[in-house]
Each structure stands twice: as C-alpha cells, then as structure tokens.
C-alpha cells in the first residue's frame, strides 16, 4: 500500500530558529501534498496544500512567510516553520494523494511532534 | 470552519459494549473517509465510502453513507480496548481538499 514518511519525528528547538519538515512519498507519486496542524486533543486543521511544481496554497490564517512550503519533486515537500516560537509547537502532519486517489482516502505521514522552547 | 461535526466528543465505554459516532454536514461530499488515529501517530486510513445509503463492514466496526451523502456513521460492535483513539471523518468533494470533522475521542475500558 502507499506509504508516506514523514521525519523527522519530533524536533525541540529554540525561539527564533528555524526547522524543516520532510514528508516522502515512498511507492507513489505524489501530485498533491497537505500539511496539517493538530493541537492535543483536536481534530486536524490543514495548513496548505501543495501542488508540486507549483507554489503552495495555503489556508485562511496560516502565515505563508513563516510556514514555507516546497514541494519540488512527486516523492517531497517540506514545510520549515521559521523564526518558530512557543506558540508554534504543537504536531504537524502531511498527507499525500497520488493521481487516482481523489476518491479515496490519503495517506498520511506519522507526524512531527514540534516543541519550541 | 469545519463543516463537518462529529458526535459525541468524548467517549468512555465498557469492553464489550456497542456504540455509534456520528458525522453530520449541511454539505455534499463526493466521498466519506473515516480514520483512526492514535497518540502521536498519523491517522490512519479505516474506509471509503462513495455512494449515497452505502453501508461497508470492516469486521466489528459497520459504516454507514447517508442517502444524500452529507452525513455518516460509524458503528462498533463489541467494542475492545484496542478500538481505543481519536475517529475522524473527513469528506472530499471531487477533487478538492479534505475537510476534517470535529473528531471523536473513544476510550473502550477492559
């Protein structure tokens, strides 16, 4: 089945750093990419949806200069959080949809557990 | 905005026990994705269901299509403390992004 890797697992770093994201689609290609923010015990807000080749849309409220979003190839996006505060951490998690997927479900990365200190 | 309102919020129910969570929308969906997704993890993937009345079994757990495809259910028979963890629908129209329902907390206690 289509598998999608996400990494790195959890990350802590510092106020006013930056950190990267990947999310791989490993068996498919991956024509769309979402990324999604998840606070403890909610359900998943997407962020924005990225389209590879193309620059990333992204959802009312989400700042597209401090999530970037590149999705330069079918099989990787990254999103980096930059200059990430406290307020930032929470978990982060991608899916992936392949060409003839847009009925059925998505496969999801296992999430990225960020905390900003 | 989510469009999608899961209920109940939180559940806490006895080994063995059935219960039912349910999807609701003012909105048509072209598909219906339910998911499971357990702490720290990515949700994963438990159905698809596509046509309006649609009803699909995956051993104890039956869901369910609405007629005019803007809600769904999900059942659980006998429930076992690994059903444990958040239940999330997610409807799709075409080929569009996909809305997250509110979420569901299950807690089966042995």
């Known amino acids: 089945g289509a598998v999608v890797s996400q990494h790195p697992s959890w990350v802590i770093c510092k106020s006013g750093t930056s950190v990267k994201i990947e999310c791989r689609s490993l068996d498919f290609q991956a024509t769309t990419m979402f990324w999604y923010r998840q606070f403890p015990k909610q359900s998943l807000m997407l962020m924005a949806t990225?389209?590879?080749?193309?620059?990333?849309?992204?959802e009312q409220g989400v700042e597209k200069d401090k999530f970037l979003i590149n999705h330069a190839s079918l099989t990787l996006s990254t999103l980096t959080v930059t200059s990430a505060h406290p307020e930032d951490s929470s978990f982060y998690i991608c899916?992936?949809?392949?060409?003839?997927?847009?009925?059925?479900?998505?496969?999801f990365g296992s999430g990225t557990r960020l905390t900003v200190v | 905005t989510q469009l999608l309102e899961q209920s109940p919020q939180f559940l806490s129910i006895q080994e063995g026990e059935n219960l039912t969570v349910y999807c609701n929308s003012s909105?048509?969906?072209?598909?219906l994705q339910w998911y499971r997704q357990e702490p720290g993890e990515g949700p994963v993937l438990l159905v698809t269901v596509v046509t309006g009345g649609e009803v699909k079994k995956l051993k104890r757990l039956t869901f369910q299509f609405g007629d005019a495809r803007k809600d769904s259910s999900l059942h659980i028979t006998a429930a076992q403390p690994g059903d444990t963890g958040l239940y999330l629908c997610?409807?799709?129209?075409?080929?569009?992004?996909?809305?997250f329902g509110t979420g569901t907390k299950l807690q089966v206690i042995p």
């Open positions: 909105s048509v969906f072209s598909s």
């Open positions: 997610a409807g799709a129209r075409g080929y569009q992004k996909v809305t």
């Open positions: 899916s992936a949809r392949g060409k003839d997927s847009w009925s059925y479900g998505y496969t």
């Open positions: 990225s389209n590879e080749g193309s620059k990333a849309t992204y």
